[in-house]
């Protein structure tokens, strides 16, 4: 009986370490890492077991990474980030060997291409997670590009991993852009 408390009490303690680090995790990086603007257009998706929450499509998605090495779809690689004139994240080379200090970079899973024309790759971070009502009022504030050009994610990156901080719809944050919206009388 003695050994089924304990083997129990190992399995309870386990389970609450492993969501236990996540957590840890994903602050360490909201706290300490660095914050890059990816442009970017929201769409909004119904998952009946995650609710509701915003597809994010970025804007560096839209042409694949060069690349001098060869890479499988569903390989881990390294993309290395930079700035664009405008301030907005780019990346510069998807590379196999993570890379030293000093440069920033995100770890993403390789999906189609080749050393030819660089390969495409699947972002960590394309889900923006919001209440039933607030999800479709952010895809209806944004999804018209001629009304709102302004649309872009802070991501925090630390050490090769990623995560969305805000969401920004002309240069507000998005639920705060909403509020605003909603205060104005239509025209």
């Given at each position: ?141 944004v999804w018209r ?34 509020e605003r919206k ?6």
């Amino acid at each position: 009986m003695k050994h089924l408390k304990v083997l129990l009490l190992t399995l309870f303690a386990v389970q609450l370490s492993v969501p236990g680090y996540m957590i840890f995790e994903q602050n360490q990086i909201l706290s300490h890492g660095t914050v890059y603007k990816f442009k970017t257009q929201p769409i909004d998706p119904y998952d009946p077991f995650r609710g509701r929450y915003v597809t994010l499509t970025y804007n560096v998605d839209a042409n694949p990474i060069p690349t001098k090495e060869v890479f499988q779809r569903g390989d881990w690689a390294y993309a290395l980030l930079s700035e664009d004139e405008d301030g907005y994240a780019t990346f510069t080379q998807l590379v196999s060997e993570e890379p030293e200090s000093g440069q920033e970079y995100i770890e993403v899973e390789v999906s189609w291409g080749g050393t030819d024309r660089g390969h495409y790759i699947d972002l960590p971070f394309d889900r923006y997670y919001a209440s039933e009502e607030t999800a479709p009022n952010i895809e209806r504030a944004v999804w018209r590009r001629e009304q709102v050009e302004d649309v872009y994610a802070e991501i925090s990156v630390l050490e090769g991993k990623a995560t969305l901080k805000e969401l920004y719809v002309e240069g507000l944050p998005v639920r705060e852009y909403l509020e605003r919206k909603a205060s104005q009388p239509e025209q």
